[in-house]
């Protein structure tokens, strides 16, 4: 039995993952692009004591297919960017942590290192973020600059299929979270010194380029920005097939994987221990919290979910699936599958609400409260960062001492 | 009626202007700090608080430059976070066109749009230089000629992308089933610079587009103004080279088809305020040669003359050799770039004919503060600066992170107020509200294409 702390997350996206959940009673689906409808679904979360929330992004617009845009009506499409939204959010809350996606096949690392160094300033060391590539090839033509593989329905069949075509696409991100990681280090913390009888503000024995040069860029240094706060962000990626493990191997601090059952989350640690093994990286020296990704409807009574999900279905003109299992239950029930499923030795889950605010409100008012009676769930928050609330150990400067 | 008097605060980030040797100096990277600036500047009705750019620091004879205040935020992450802290206040942060793309820029400032109910600002501004460039992808690709035409078009298309939803695109009508119109967000742009298509993911913001600030001196720059600006930062801070300034950056906007009340000129501006005109002036003194300590003045130095001087005393006469015109010691640092032959010339003769040391001289030159006196004085030079047309106001830098806007907040606001040129409270909301500037007409989607103009720009 697994004693150490059991963590939550939840996955925020647009009205809920369900396609037509904006349709649902309770939704607020003209309020997407207000700041207001975020900063209550946040408050939410944060009553409920959760390690973190995510939210989702991509430099396109939502589409039924994952690899290719579409001229649907009748679903959600829009959005705001990602990393801004979270820091918006950073001072309306204290606790939660804040985990924007980041695409980082079109944009700038170096911008993107300052942005989430900046984002951990202002939140006071709860912040993180998901690195995501461009898998939509469509999305290239927004940037004219580069094009990128186009995936075919047949990939679509098989996350491995998708992993090898895009490959390259991992290999580029692995060494943008190893540019962000050296900025995010090239100010040692105590690298700002105020010497008035030098003159000195900085010592810049204390600062460093990071001269990283890779097939696809270089980047000299150092950040503009001093270290944050957690001295290393939280890096969090999703992942499905062997090339994203081991991109979660080399780069990650949390993977967020996609089991269907217990078995397969027994299945899918494996292949993440055996992909840290390939990237030689020790656990116990940099450990890896692995959560498992389910899309939850929740309702109290038995079989309510189920049909609420029918209802959407309906709606949508589809059964709604998903990369990750979808469960209709109880709270009771969702939390007997999660005590279960955390026997495979996951060390939490990120779930994806159906419907929002629904079935947000009933992890944070039903799952947690049954969670905590079970005895495996939180009563407060502690103090800390969002690293040191995941277990994450307090990195050291890798330039610290180098001069 | 008098002009109204528009009001802007910065926190600078880098520069000689912060005096962190100051025991009230706090810090430069909290959100406390930024948070009390913000909060200062809407407690004094301020039209926005505003955040440069970084994207290199600046370093000195090759290794990072120390002196100076320095580690800063990203701009737009920080400016969301207090829009939260705000509720008034306009947000505006640089944004640079050379290491940047449209689509993805476009989005950044249309979120801080929707995040801030429409308080949302940008100053487009150009890098060329392949020292700020070794932290991008494509390093320092962009020729100096190309800057302005990089920027023109960067604009363009980023307005296309803003205008590529309309404002009724989200019907958001669960009844219906209709969320999104047909075909909304959708863009194309064929030009020199940016030849991109597909679909924009952010819906028109509440402002339709943020306000456009640019600043610039040379011609092209005052072109690029008049054609394209709503608000124009500006160096001249004096009366007379103010005057001129506006005056010729006004007239050219009927070239453009604009009225004189489409842009707003903000010198940039410093401020010292204490009980008499005489204190505030000992202040001033304080202040400014705490800006150019010893080690200061010598940096200076060394960034015009291009080479060693660290053998020279900051308190003895200017070094006899003379500079090395092609050599840069300073990296990052665009006042001394170029031009440094000439500089060192008129320094020279300045300290000659004023029998000024190297400290003395740097001082003299640094420019010392803008407006100095009791909060009357002060109130008066800022009213009489801009009712006989030197600005529509000031973007002030304070040198005391955090707590230097207070005085002026507190003391001149409130004469300020009592004249009739400085507003008693917000009467709108957003930031186009604040500088009286017009709302662009949502025209709906008019994306262009094959822009026979952009192309020619860049060739």
Not at chain 1, 108 to 128: C, K, M, N, Q
Not at chain 1, 305 to 330: I, N, P, Q
Not at chain 2, 28 to 44: C, D, K, P, W
């Amino acid at each position: 039995m697994n004693d150490s702390p059991l963590h939550l997350a939840v996955a925020l996206d647009g009205a809920g993952w369900h396609p037509a959940a904006w349709r649902s009673e309770g939704a607020r689906p003209g309020a997407l692009f207000t700041p207001g409808y975020w900063a209550d679904l946040v408050a939410e979360a944060e009553r409920g004591l959760l390690d973190l929330v995510t939210f989702e992004d991509a430099l396109g617009p939502q589409s039924a297919a994952p690899h290719r845009p579409d001229d649907r009506t009748d679903q959600v499409r829009g959005s705001l960017d990602a990393v801004l939204l979270a820091s918006h959010l950073a001072l309306l809350t204290t606790r939660i942590g804040l985990v924007p996606t980041v695409n980082v096949t079109h944009t700038e690392p170096f911008h993107v290192a300052v942005g989430i160094a900046t984002l951990d300033h202002v939140s006071e060391g709860r912040a993180g973020w998901r690195p995501q590539i461009a898998s939509r090839a469509a999305d290239a033509a927004h940037f004219g600059r580069r094009t990128t593989p186009q995936l075919t329905d047949d990939d679509l069949r098989d996350p491995e299929l998708i992993a090898a075509r895009l490959r390259p696409l991992f290999a580029e991100a692995a060494d943008v979270v190893e540019v962000a990681r050296r900025l995010w280090d090239s100010w040692e913390d105590d690298a700002e010194i105020r010497d008035t009888a030098t003159g000195r503000f900085l010592d810049r024995d204390k600062l460093h380029h990071i001269d990283f040069e890779g097939a696809w860029f270089s980047v000299r240094g150092p950040s503009i920005t001093p270290r944050p706060p957690q001295g290393q962000p939280v890096v969090a990626s999703l992942a499905h097939a062997s090339t994203p493990y081991e991109f979660a191997a080399r780069a990650s601090d949390v993977v967020f994987v996609t089991p269907f059952d217990r078995a397969g989350a027994t299945a899918v640690l494996a292949q993440v221990a055996e992909a840290a093994d390939r990237v030689g990286r020790d656990l116990r020296d940099r450990p890896l919290r692995r959560f498992a990704d389910l899309v939850v409807l929740l309702d109290d009574e038995p079989g309510a979910a189920a049909r609420r999900k029918e209802r959407l279905d309906a709606l949508a003109g589809a059964e709604y699936t998903s990369d990750a299992l979808v469960f209709t239950g109880t709270p009771g029930e969702l939390a007997d599958l999660l005590l279960d499923w955390r026997t495979a030795g996951l060390d939490g889950f990120r779930l994806r609400p159906g419907a929002l605010p629904h079935d947000l409100t009933a992890v944070t008012r039903r799952l947690v409260p049954e969670l905590r009676r079970r005895g495996a769930y939180r009563s407060a928050y502690g103090t800390g960062t969002l690293r040191e609330r995941l277990g994450l150990p307090t990195p050291r400067n890798r330039y610290a001492g180098q001069g | 009626m008098p002009k109204q008097i528009h009001l802007a605060a910065q926190l600078p980030g880098i520069h000689n202007v912060t005096v962190w040797s100051d025991p009230r100096s706090g810090s430069q990277i909290a959100i406390g700090s930024f948070v009390h600036l913000a909060r200062t500047a809407e407690r004094g009705k301020f039209d926005f608080f505003f955040l440069a750019e970084g994207l290199r620091l600046r370093e000195h004879k090759g290794r990072v430059y120390e002196l100076d205040v320095a580690g800063r935020p990203d701009n737009l992450t920080m400016l969301s976070a207090l829009a939260a802290a705000t509720t008034r206040l306009g947000v505006a942060a640089t944004v640079n066109a050379t290491f940047n793309e449209p689509y993805e820029v476009a989005r950044r400032l249309a979120t801080l749009d929707h995040l801030s109910g429409g308080r949302a600002g940008w100053n487009v501004v150009t890098s060329f230089d392949a020292f700020t460039g070794e932290n991008f992808r494509r390093g320092g690709f962009l020729a100096e000629a190309d800057r302005y035409s990089r920027a023109a078009e960067f604009l363009a298309t980023a307005r296309e992308l803003w205008d590529s939803w309309h404002g009724a695109d989200v019907p958001a009508d669960p009844v219906s089933g209709r969320f999104v119109r047909p075909g909304a967000g959708a863009f194309t742009h064929h030009g020199g610079h940016f030849d991109i298509a597909g679909r924009f993911t952010t819906p028109r913001s509440p402002q339709g587009h943020p306000v456009v600030i640019q600043a610039g001196e040379s011609d092209a720059g005052r072109d690029f103004a008049a054609s394209d600006a709503e608000v124009v930062f500006s160096k001249y801070n004096r009366l007379e080279e103010a005057r001129a300034f506006y005056r010729d950056v006004k007239g050219r906007l009927a070239r453009y088809g604009r009225s004189p009340d489409d842009l707003r000129i903000m010198p940039t501006a410093t401020v010292v305020v204490a009980d008499t005109d005489a204190e505030a002036a000992a202040y001033a003194d304080e202040i400014t040669r705490a800006q150019v300590s010893p080690q200061t003045a010598i940096a200076h130095l060394e960034a015009v003359w291009g080479r060693d001087l660290s053998a020279y005393d900051p308190d003895g006469p200017l070094p006899d050799i003379d500079p090395e015109p092609e050599s840069l010691v300073l990296k990052g640092h665009s006042v001394f770039r170029t031009g440094r032959a000439e500089t060192a010339r008129r320094w020279r003769a300045l300290a000659h004919e004023r029998g000024l040391s190297i400290r003395e001289l740097v001082i003299e030159v640094h420019g010392g503060q803008t407006f100095v006196g009791s909060p009357h004085t002060v109130a008066d030079a800022v009213d009489h600066f801009v009712q006989t047309d030197g600005a529509d106001g000031f973007v002030f830098a304070t040198h005391l992170t955090p707590g230097g806007l207070d005085d002026f907040v507190d003391r001149v606001v409130p004469l300020l107020q009592e004249k009739g040129v400085h507003r008693p409270d917000y009467t709108g909301t957003t930031l186009r509200d604040h500088l009286g500037l017009r709302r662009p007409p949502d025209t709906g989607r008019t994306s262009r294409t094959a822009s026979a103009q952009w192309e020619g720009s860049a060739s």
